[in-house]
């Protein structure tokens, strides 16, 4: 029996307010997403690397850093670096989570770019928004400084400055190692990526 704001006896409003609240939590995004920006050469690799660690629930390739406006892979990109938009859930992973993810999975000594890539827009940076960001990433840099005492750390810590993901006719390369996973692997191994971080790194590297 139906009454007026009510249906079988349960009132109308409180099973509606349930049934959008069961419905955004599906297609909704977290309130609490949090976004990083780091590059690190090949955004390619940055990609499935960072896809790969739990809590990350998007990673976006485009260009930053720089002053050109619409930067194109083929077109011009001049100042800015390859980069990726990472979205993570820090109730899964912090932004000291992203960090030390990345240390691992870079060169930081290199000042030309990075593995068989060379070049400005290959150079790796990590990029903040916020003071915290800034603390946090100066004392990870501080702790590889440490580490490798008999080496020169040369990455940079950068304010954040607009992102261009890659798009239009360049899309083929977000998520290009799902796309293309023979070409991506071939690339990778020649590229020397993970034979050099395991070199630095040993058994602390995520590939």
Excluded at 157 to 183: A, C, M, W
């Amino acid at each position: 029996m139906t009454q007026s704001g009510r249906t079988a006896g349960i009132p109308l409003k409180p099973l509606l307010a349930c049934l959008f609240a069961l419905y955004a939590s599906f297609t909704m995004p977290s309130a609490y997403a949090a976004k990083a920006i780091l590059a690190g050469g090949c955004f390619w690799c940055m990609e499935s690397d960072f896809e790969a660690l739990p809590g990350v629930t998007d990673v976006i390739s485009g260009f930053t850093g720089g002053t050109a406006p619409n930067p194109t892979y083929n077109g011009d990109h001049r100042g800015h670096y390859e980069a990726v938009e990472i979205t993570y859930d820090p109730a899964t992973v912090d932004y000291q989570g992203i960090l030390d993810h990345f240390w691992v999975n870079v060169d930081p000594f290199d000042a030309s770019g990075q593995f068989c890539d060379k070049g400005p827009s290959y150079l790796a940076a990590i990029f903040v928004a916020t003071p915290e960001e800034r603390r946090l990433a100066e004392a990870s840099k501080q702790q590889v400084i440490e580490e490798f005492p008999d080496q020169s750390v040369v990455m940079p810590i950068l304010p954040v400055t607009k992102f261009y993901p890659i798009k239009g006719n360049e899309s083929y390369h977000q998520d290009f190692y799902k796309k293309s996973p023979i070409r991506y692997k071939s690339y990778r191994w020649g590229c020397g990526r993970d034979r050099r971080l395991e070199a630095i790194w040993g058994d602390r590297v995520t590939h």
